[in-house]
Nanobody
Framework: QVQLQESGGGLVQTGDSLRLSCAAS????????????MGWFRQPPGKEREFAAA????????YYADPVKGRFTISRDNAKNTVYLQMNSLKPEDTAVYYC???????????????WGQGTQVTVSS
């Protein structure tokens, strides 16, 4: 079983930055050797969960949703079993609960991710 725990959310102003962290435990070693993909999703108030960014544990090109491309950066620290989402130039429309998730293949689809964290709230005030 894989456990994911997000941290780093908060209330910020437009233009500020935040870095979210997602610590993986349980079968974390297998996530690296099996090439699991780590994704960040977000769920704005009253809307469906949507893809934000994804990165394979084994490396490769990260994927970003168009609304965050150029502002958000996903990265990982294999030694710490942790994946990060650096969010710069935040906008009010970035307000959402942000979730970390793990999948066995690189994907933007919510349904492809089997493991999820509990989420962390990010609120951007105007």
């Amino acid at each position: 079983q894989v456990q994911l725990q997000e941290s780093g959310g908060g209330l910020v102003q437009t233009g500020d930055s935040l870095r979210l962290s997602c610590a993986a435990s349980g079968r974390a070693f297998s996530m690296y050797t099996m090439g699991y993909t780590m994704g960040w999703f977000r769920q704005p108030p009253g809307k469906e969960r949507e893809f934000a960014a994804a990165l394979s544990w084994s490396g490769g090109t990260p994927y970003y949703a168009d609304p965050v491309k150029g502002r958000f950066t996903i990265s990982r620290d294999n030694a710490k079993n942790t994946v990060y989402l650096q969010m710069n130039s935040l906008k009010p429309e970035d307000t959402a609960v942000y979730y970390c998730a793990a999948a066995t293949r690189l994907s933007r689809a919510v349904n492809d991710y089997a493991y999820w964290g509990q989420g962390t709230q990010v609120t951007v005030s105007s």
